[in-house]
């Protein structure tokens, strides 16, 4: 496990390395907002050099609540709000990142971004529901979009220096079925929530291998699960009254306290992801931050392979033994083949339905 000491000290030293840029998608809520506020309290209490940070999310509201309390806490930053209509659609996340590029291309050889963060969608154990774009609901907030954000933004996150770090928030270490020849799960005698879950796990894993492949030693890609973190998400009246009921008035009063991450611990340790101990494959750089500890193992099973799939701790919790049911290099490409031709389709306004 990481220590939140050592985690603290990881930001103060990332605060004050450079100035930053960094993106939450998902910022107007829970984890991503936690995060966000990390940054204005790394930034104001550790002597940070500057930061520009845009939140998206649909709800103007929660994004003036939170980016208002990042001006308080750290005057001196610029935090925005980028408004979404529907991030569970590819044109949706197309449409804010050309909104994002534009913005930051004013700042002309300053333009890029240095951490990404995707948090988008917390509804969970919803039926399968397609959207207008013929991909379900919840695989496309919590994988799809996510990996389509990241390709969108790729020119600005290769232009970074920090190295450029990426970090989904989701549900690393999950995987338990794969159907290859059913990805997108459309059968749905096999589709129920954990099984989805188990796909988007696996497909983040694959897809991220290959964003590195193709970047070599450029990025730094991170999934994670963030264990239980008590946010607003879980009052979402998106989510099955079931849930609601059961987590409510029996999971949190037995067990809460136990089991979570406080909501400022779970914020400094998403933060903490943009240290070189998740660095891109040979790109660590122990100078700026001798604090962190040594390289992470990434999803390869060797330390500082680039891709991450992390605990809440910090600590890689690949499930290896699982990509060693199939060859690894044949099943990365028809995951990259499959998000690709998903994105292709949907682009061009057609209804994927692969
Ligand atoms: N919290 C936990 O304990 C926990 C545990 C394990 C995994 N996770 C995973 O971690 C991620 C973040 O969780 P969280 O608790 O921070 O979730 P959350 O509080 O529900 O926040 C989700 C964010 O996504 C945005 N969002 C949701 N649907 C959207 C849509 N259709 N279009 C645009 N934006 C949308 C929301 O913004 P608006 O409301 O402004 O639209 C909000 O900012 C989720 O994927 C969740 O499954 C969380």
Known sequence: MVKLDVVHSANAALVQSQPLV??????????????????????????????????????????????????????????RFVQADDLSLIQGVDKVCAEIIELEEKEGQDARIDYLMLSQGGAIFLPRKDTKEGIDVTMSLLYYSRMRVILRLLPLLLKSNLPPRVVSVYAAGMEEKLFPDDLSL???????????????????????????????????????????????????????????????????????????????????????????????KGGADFKKDEGIGGLATGTDGTPGSGVYALSWEGESNIKLKAYEKFNKDEMRKKVYDHTMNAFEVTAQGGVFTE
């Open 22 to 79: 960094a993106v939450f998608f998902g910022g107007t809520g829970g984890i991503g907002s936690y995060t966000l506020r990390a940054l204005a309290n790394a930034e104001a209490k550790s002597g940070g050099k500057g930061v520009r940070a845009y939140v998206v999310g649909r709800k103007p509201q929660a994004a003036e609540e939170i980016l208002s309390a990042c001006r308080k806490i750290c005057p001196q930053g610029q935090f």
């Open 186 to 280: 459309r059968d749905l005698k096999r589709y129920n929530y954990n099984q989805a879950r188990s796909h988007m796990v696996y497909m983040h894993t694959l897809f991220m291998e290959a964003l590195e492949q193709q970047n070599a030693g450029k990025i730094g890609l991170v999934h994670i699960f963030p264990g239980l973190v008590l946010g607003p998400g879980f009052q979402n009246p998106e989510l099955p009254s079931w849930f609601r009921f059961i987590w409510r008035f029996i999971f949190v009063p037995l067990f809460g306290k136990m089991l979570t991450v406080p909501t400022e611990e779970s914020g400094a340790r998403m933060l903490s992801l943009a240290s070189p101990r998740y660095a891109p």
